[in-house]
């Protein structure tokens, strides 16, 4: 009996132990797994699952901090005030903020309604400010302004360390629509180099098109906001847009590489008509700068456009007083926003139409900056084997997430299995050597 009651103890510890191990291994992963991507439907943008909620202060003297590396989701009302967010920076990192606004997708709005990001230093000196429009289109969409803080020679001010603000406000003259607006706001943190170099940007590069890309198109479903962005690979692609949807998709581009992308937008079923600014194409740089746009308009014939010619990715380039040249200034992923007008749906039906992209990396990959320091996120500003996987296969940043959240599951089960197998046999003999023993003092044989 009492031999027995040393092997109901041991079980009981072992599944104690097993209860434990098991509780401590779903902990681990779900702490790392995102929540699962929202799948989102047409004219819906897709918003980081890993956004966290901040308010926008209306005073600088209340604005919540953000750190380097995330990403936050917060509402800018309709009414026309400043939201101020707080950072605090060192006195030799650059820090990129990018606000993508979210309007209402059935809202009216004007050419020059969108929004302004400006950084501003203690003192409300500017740092840089950018301003991004709804444009000639007319067509509520997902769009993005960035503003940075620089270090650098050609700076004049913002060069201390010490807490600076991001402002944002809507910009326009019409302010009519009704709505609250979202916004997705993402900080990323740019480390100094080890060694400063020419502050002269490149003067000459081949702004040559490349000659048409052949081939059979692949297929590959844009996502729906930023985080969603489906990768794509040099090569031909075809998607189906609704009218009034925003597809997403990225491409890995290395430092010494240049990107070359032409959209076509398929003929029409049915109807007749014209719509002028029906396909608008927008490239945004790694930390979701906006870089260059182009748009064309729709008689329900097969129309194409490309984005005009880009220096091939180089530091450099932030020298550059063109804003197009001065986006390219970082390796990693770019992104594509590609936007169907709604207005198409009264000529031509709301489809779904069909989408070409073109896409050309031209190039070998050169080595890049060395920098003092991690950027946050890491590898911001780089092109890793990982970037190259996921772009073969598509994955977006969520799946990529996941996969490496499996991969940890797989590593969990399989430390927790064979934890159990050495905890089991470690008590098996215990339990005996505790059963001999007490077969000893009752002189059982």
């Known amino acids: 009996m009492i031999a027995s009651r040393y092997y109901r103890r041991s079980w009981a510890a072992v599944g104690a132990a097993l209860a434990v191990l098991g509780s401590l291994c779903v902990s681990a992963v779900l702490s790392g797994a995102p929540a699962s991507a929202a799948t989102g439907t047409p004219r819906s943008y897709a918003f980081d699952d890993d956004a966290a909620r901040v308010e926008g202060a209306t005073s600088n003297t209340d604005a919540e901090k953000l750190k380097a590396g995330s990403t936050y989701r917060s509402p800018l009302p309709r009414d026309d005030v400043k939201l101020y967010y707080r950072l605090q920076l060192d006195a030799t990192s650059n820090a990129y903020v990018s606000v993508t606004v979210v309007p209402k997708p059935a809202e009216q709005v004007m050419y020059a309604d969108g929004i302004k990001v400006t950084v501003q230093d203690g003192d409300g000196r500017t740092c840089s400010y950018s301003e991004e429009h709804f444009g000639a289109a007319e067509s509520a969409r997902p769009i993005a302004a960035w ?111 240049q990107l070359f992308v032409t959209a076509e937008l398929g003929s029409a079923r049915e109807g007749n008509g014209y719509v002028g600014n029906a396909l608008v194409t927008a490239l945004y740089n790694p930390v979701r700068g906006f870089v260059v746009d182009t748009s064309t308009g729709y008689d329900g014939e097969q129309k194409s456009e490309a984005l005009d010619p880009l220096p091939p990715v180089a530091y450099k380039n932030r020298y550059d007083s063109d804003d197009r040249a001065s986006g390219m200034r970082f390796a990693g992923w770019y992104y594509l926003a590609v936007h169907l007008n709604p207005a198409i749906a009264d000529e031509f039906g709301e489809g779904p139409y069909g989408l070409t992209l073109r896409v050309t990396v031209r190039g070998a990959a050169q080595a890049g900056p060395e920098y003092d320091g991690s950027p946050q996120p890491a590898d911001a500003f780089s092109v890793t084997d990982g970037d190259k996987d996921a772009a073969a296969s598509g994955e977006t940043e969520a799946e990529v997430a996941r996969g490496d959240t499996m991969k940890l599951v797989a590593a969990c089960s399989f430390g927790t299995g064979a934890a159990l197998v050495l905890f089991l046999g470690a008590w098996t003999v215990v339990a005996r050597r505790r059963a001999a023993g007490v077969s000893r003092e009752y002189g059982t044989p």
């Open 147 to 257: 503003a940075s803080r620089t270090i650098g020679p050609t700076e004049s001010y913002c060069q201390e360390a010490g807490t600076y603000y991001v402002v944002v406000e809507r910009t326009g003259t019409s302010q009519s629509t009704p709505e609250d607006w979202d916004l997705e706001l993402q900080y990323v943190s740019e480390p100094a180099l080890k060694q400063s170099g020419s502050t002269v940007p490149p003067e000459a590069w081949d702004s040559a098109s490349p000659g048409p890309l052949d081939g059979e198109p692949k297929q590959r479903k844009g996502g729906a906001g930023f985080s969603e962005a489906r990768g794509l690979t040099q090569g031909v692609w075809k998607d189906d847009i609704e009218a009034g949807e925003t597809l997403f998709y990225r491409v890995p581009v290395d430092w010494g590489q």
